[in-house]
């Protein structure tokens, strides 16, 4: 089973927004929607930030949100700040008996 | 507040069984209601779902780990384990402990522990 394409990094100055792509296939990210996309911070434990495609629980800044489009999801953060540095992984259920892949992880800086 | 706490030995020898342990707080696992999970992450690469398991024992495995694989529950202890068997050097790894409770999200996971099995 692949892993999601993401793009290796993504930068933004404070304040702009940024789009982080997860392309899939029919099997995973176009079949279902079934998309989550996790903040990954060095020596920090993930943190779902959106669940179910466009889902923000409980918590989560209102500058992120996601949606999917065919077999690609996408994952914006607006009004960038420099606390959303880190790395972000997107998620989908499979028709793959792995149930579950993951993305390839894209590097966020605030410049 | 659910948390989460992988712990074991951060080296195992090749051909040895690597064990890890999530011990669970803020909710009881035998609540029902989450799949509770391992989950991996290769030096430099993507993350890898390992499997999960219910509170009753119910469990379901990565096909390409399955023949290595067992994850047990301690609902006294609540506590789940991993064990997986005959290690090489591909299963170095970060290993994380994590929760489901909807049908596709993992919704708390461990800070994660570092496992090495030299070459």
């Known amino acids: 089973q692949s892993a999601l394409t993401q793009p290796a990094s993504v930068s933004g100055s404070p304040g702009q927004s940024i789009t982080i792509s997860c392309a899939g296939t029919r099997s995973d990210v176009g079949g279902f929607n079934y998309v989550s996309w996790y ?73 | 507040q659910v948390q989460l706490q992988e712990s074991g030995p951060g080296l195992v020898k090749p051909t040895q069984t690597l064990s890890l342990t999530c011990t669970v707080s803020g909710v009881s696992i035998s609540s029902g209601g989450a799949y509770w999970s391992w989950i991996r992450q290769h030096p430099g690469k993507g993350l890898e779902w390992i499997g999960y398991i219910y509170y009753s024992g119910t469990t379901y495995y990565n096909p390409s780990l399955k023949s290595r694989l067992t994850i047990s529950v301690d609902t006294s202890k609540n506590q789940f384990s991993l064990n997986l068997s005959s290690v090489t050097a591909a299963d170095t790894a970060v290993y994380y402990c994590a929760r489901r409770t909807r049908y596709a999200d993992f919704d708390y996971w461990g800070q994660g522990t570092l496992v090495t099995v030299p070459s």
């Open chain 1, 39 to 111: 903040q990954k911070h060095p020596g920090k434990a993930p943190k779902l930030m959106i669940y179910d495609v466009s889902n923000r629980p409980s918590g989560v800044s209102y500058r992120f949100s996601a949606s999917k489009s065919g077999n690609t999801a996408s994952l914006t953060i607006s009004g960038l700040q420099a606390e959303d540095e880190g790395d972000y992984y997107c998620s989908s259920y499979t028709s793959n008996s792995t149930f579950y892949v993951f993305g390839t992880g894209t590097k966020v800086t605030v410049l």
